[in-house]
């Protein structure tokens, strides 16, 4: 759907692209996210979200920590956007510009629902694990020989109603 993987390089079609420009649009909506490494796969995608600006649970506000121009001076009437807000916009917005893809450019359509309904979220706690994470995703095209959700591999997945089915038929 949103491109194809040769030789161990993704290459978006014109869907992937604009899922990838729906990704870079989180930050003017959001300023306290700021995007990391990412990646648009075929059929799904993969990203890292760090929010500045707003202390962990339990932290302790550091002096000389500043926040990003353009992000909340403070908490004033309306609680600071979570994670989930931003992933919702971004699914929501590229699912919305993939629509009109199909109905005006012929893209494929698709089963029920673009995304799946959640997304994994991770805490990412030092240096050394965001660097792992980072090259995860940087690899993840060479790994898409191996992936679960390669639709050429067939592999079974459980659909909502229950039943096994081969995961190109969800």
């Not at 990838?20 to 490494?37: G, N, S, T």
């Not at 506000?61 to 990003?68: D, E, P, S, T, Y």
């Not at 805490?123 to 992936?147: A, C, F, G, H, S």
Request: aromatic share 8%; glycine share 10%; charged share 25%.
């Amino acid at each position: 759907m949103l491109g194809a993987v040769l030789d161990g390089i993704m290459n978006l079609n014109d869907a992937g692209r604009m899922v990838d420009a729906a990704w870079l649009k989180i930050p003017a909506r959001f300023p306290v996210m700021e995007l990391d490494e990412h990646i648009v796969m075929p059929n799904h995608f993969h990203g890292i979200i760090r929010i500045v600006g707003v202390p962990l649970v339990g932290a302790q506000k550091r002096a000389g920590v500043q926040k990003r121009a353009g992000a909340p001076k403070g908490a004033g009437t309306r609680p600071a956007p979570t994670l989930g807000d931003a992933v919702g916009a971004f699914k929501s917005i590229a699912t919305d510009d993939y629509i009109v893809g199909v109905k005006q450019l012929g893209w494929p359509s698709f089963n029920k629902h673009f995304w799946q309904r959640n997304y994994f979220e991770h805490v990412i706690r030092d240096q050394n694990e965001l660097e792992k994470i980072r090259e995860y995703i940087r690899l993840n095209p060479l790994m898409w020989t191996v992936d679960r959700y390669n639709p050429e591999l067939g592999v079974p997945v459980v659909d909502e109603s229950g039943r096994a089915v081969l995961w190109n038929e969800t």
